[in-house]
């Protein structure tokens, strides 16, 4: 659901479906607690999936009623002070005062980004503190059902990589990959059009595994 993201007479109303502009945003594609029965999809390279700017700016109001406070406020204390994030920053929030906007265009600097991934490396772990359960972690190191957290258990990246590898990434090709079988992070930041994705992608695994000491893959054993 992307339908007036931008357009909102009043962001709230708006989110809630009471902005009379976007009706679209009242309904229920299914019910609560049932995705199963969503019958539409998008698709992104070779996931399809469905993708919706209200549910994500809902989960800053469930935050807000369920902790008694913002949810800028909860994301700071239970994750990025614990993380010694420096600052985050939102390409186009909706105003307002509102301080959440999961809808995209999230900002970090790379030492940020680098503290996350290595958050994901030890399985949401940091220093002696299990910020997040690992079984929840976990999860995502081996589905093959998240376009933006996708595993490589399946040989998606590359069959002479490590099964463990994993990946997060952002639009403009930033990407930060996991392995924890090498205890390895390495991140590619900057802004590159998506359409080259693929292959930026795939020349930046080929460079980090050249350097790295020790790792033969197929294409370097058989020149």
């Known amino acids: 659901m992307e339908q007036g993201r931008n357009e909102w007479t009043d962001y709230v109303d708006w989110l809630v479906g009471h902005d009379h502009k976007w009706p679209q945003t009242k309904r229920l594609y299914f019910k609560p607690g049932h995705p199963e029965e969503y019958g539409g999809k998008a698709t992104w390279g070779s996931h399809a999936g469905a993708y919706s700017s ?57 030492r940020d980004y680098a503290r996350f991934a290595y958050f994901l490396l030890r399985d949401g772990r940091w220093n002696q503190t299990q910020i997040v359960p690992a079984s929840w972690i976990q999860q995502f190191r081996t589905s093959l059902n ?4 996708r595993s490589n258990i399946d040989g998606y990246f590359g069959d002479q990589y490590p099964k463990d590898m994993f990946r997060i990434a952002g639009s403009g090709i930033n990407l930060a990959f996991m392995i924890p079988s090498l205890d390895l992070i390495a991140l590619r930041t900057g802004r590159v059009d998506n359409s080259m994705w693929n292959e930026v992608e795939q020349k930046f695994l080929e460079k980090l595994f050249a350097s790295v000491s020790d790792y033969k893959t197929e294409k370097s054993d058989h020149p």
Not at 59 to 74: D, H, I, K, Q, T
Not at 94 to 106: C, E, V
Not at 146 to 149: F, L, M, R
């Open 54 to 110: 209200v549910s994500f700016g809902h989960v800053g109001l469930v935050l807000r009623n369920v902790y008694e406070m913002p949810a800028s406020e909860f994301l700071w204390k239970r994750l990025l002070n614990p993380l010694g994030f420096g600052g985050i920053d939102y390409h186009a929030p909706p105003g307002n005062g509102i301080k959440w906007f999961s809808a995209g265009g999230l900002r970090m600097t790379p």
């Open 146 to 149: 998240y376009p933006n957290i």
